[in-house]
């Protein structure tokens, strides 16, 4: 990862070159944003130009060993922390062994991503991840140890949140008194659930959102077709992250599947609706949002055409099916299915049961088709 691949926030970036040119690097630094935005690609960004050999004027080089490793997170002196199943310490080195290489895999696929895609890539959805006491004393031996290249050591904690008060305490001395040429990057996108005894001992770097016009160029730069960018980028509030799964979804004929739920509502399939209600939940909440983000635009897009005017639409096939889809269900039908699905969304923001949820909304939406 490097600067130029993460779009916008210059003022940040050029912060943080600065600091290291006046020879100002602070040892433990926390960098700090919102889940889904580019939290994680800096401190990456930044530990490959704080390591590089060859360094550009406002970034790393991406091509020398030490940027090499650091892309693929397997610099010997770059130390990965990150929330985990919890091990007993005979375990302890097996939990590293099947956890860290999906974690870079996760890392190098998806750095905007989450806690909950980690855990899906890691195969631990239903579990307690958190960095462990265990976690917490290979920190004080991986600072213990000498750096194996003979330049910095880097230790990089993601989600200090999920340290425990036990394994956060074990290492306040290392974070006070780090050892020469260590510096600690602690990734949070929770800066509110950290102990102040963290927060006081390392430097502050907020990671703002990106705007809607960042997010939308992006997206098209990478390919995605410009509506599809515009819209994901309005719903996507300033994650990037948020945004690139949008993107993904919207790729795999997300309207196909909305148009045979539809179908199943129409007739009344309820061995059906239960089984999407199931799938629903095991989504994953982002997923679940974009998935009604989705549902609403498509509808809203529908009313649109009901009302005569041309609605947009990503490809000629979902245009033919909003245009038929209003056409069968009118203006009226539309608005409440409308309002049930922003009264659904509002349910799954304030955590209601996904399953239960999308089985009433189901239920709800069948009822006005039918009425
Ligand atoms: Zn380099």
Redesign the pocket.
């Known amino acids: 990862m490097q600067f130029s691949d993460i779009p916008g926030l210059h003022e940040l970036k050029n912060q943080l070159i600065g600091a290291h040119k006046r020879g100002k690097i602070a040892h433990a630094q926390l960098f700090s944003g919102r889940e889904n935005t580019a939290v994680l690609p800096m401190a990456l960004a930044y530990a ?1 130009f704080l ?5 550009q004027e406002n970034d ?5 060993p ?2 090499v490793r650091i892309k693929k997170l397997v610099h010997p002196d770059v130390h990965l922390h990150f929330p985990k199943v919890s091990a007993t310490e005979n375990r302890y080195e097996k939990v590293i062994a099947d956890a860290l290489p999906r974690f870079r895999e996760f890392v190098q696929e998806t750095p905007f991503g989450d806690l909950e895609l980690w855990a899906r890539k890691y195969g631990q959805e239903n579990k307690n991840l958190l960095i462990s006491r265990e976690d917490s004393r290979q920190m004080l031996k991986n600072v213990s140890m000498r750096s194996v290249e003979g330049g910095y050591k880097l230790l990089l904690i993601w989600m200090p949140e999920l340290m425990n008060a036990s394994s956060a305490n074990a290492i306040l001395k290392i974070l006070e008194e780090p050892p020469e040429k260590t510096i600690y990057l602690l990734v949070t996108y929770n800066y509110e659930n950290l102990l102040a005894t963290i927060t006081s001992r390392t430097q502050l770097v907020t990671i703002p959102p990106h705007s809607e016009n960042e997010i939308a160029n992006y997206l098209t730069s990478g390919g995605s077709e410009e509506t599809k960018a515009v819209q994901s980028a309005k719903l996507a509030e300033g994650k990037l992250g948020v945004a690139l799964q949008m993107v993904e979804v919207g790729e795999s004929h997300e309207y196909e599947e909305f148009q045979k739920w539809m179908l199943d509502c129409w007739n009344r399939n309820l061995t059906s609706l239960v089984h999407r209600s199931e799938d629903f939940a095991k989504s994953g909440k982002n997923a679940q949002k974009t998935t009604c983000n989705f549902s609403i635009s498509l509808i809203r897009n529908a009313v649109i055409h009901a009302s005569g005017q041309e609605a947009p639409a990503q490809s000629e096939p979902e245009r033919i099916f909003i245009g038929k889809f209003a056409d069968k269900i009118g203006a009226n039908k539309l608005e409440k299915i409308y309002s049930l699905l922003n009264e659904a969304l509002i349910h799954l923001e304030r955590n209601s049961n996904p399953r239960i949820t999308h089985l009433n909304l189901s239920l709800d939406i069948l009822r006005v088709l039918n009425s």
Do not use: V
């Open positions: 490959s390591m590089c050999t060859n360094k790393s080089c991406g091509k020398c030490n940027c």
